[in-house]
């Protein structure tokens, strides 16, 4: 089931953490991969929403930054979730370049290299 909801209804339904920020997760919209974890507050999903661009906060920096602004790998909005909850977001998105700093698509690029063993609990 899914329910659509208003774009005030949607700011309404954010709860933020006692920073005033929650954790978003970019998806690419095509292909379903995760791209990205970064921080919104208050001002900067309303940014994202009005612009259609996607908008964080830099906990390091302490600022605002659009994505893209100064490399050029844009994420434009495409899809709005929020969780059953209302402490993370979702957004659905077109990456144009790299997500990750590093300059990798996903920052979800490393991985283990032996899952752990479901009968034995060992790699």
Sequence with gaps: MS??????????????????????????????EVLMLAWMNAQTL?????TGQLTYWSRSRR????KGETSGHTQELVEARIDCDGDTLLFRVRQTGAACHTGERSCFY??????VSKVTGEP
């Design 63 to 66: 600022e605002r930054w659009r």
């Design 110 to 115: 490393r991985h283990l290299a032996a899952p």
């Design 46 to 50: 309303a940014e994202t929403l009005r």
């Design 3 to 32: 329910e659509v909801l208003s774009q005030s209804t949607f700011i309404a339904s954010v709860h933020f953490n006692s920073d005033g920020l929650v954790p978003t997760i970019a998806q690419d919209a095509e292909s379903g």
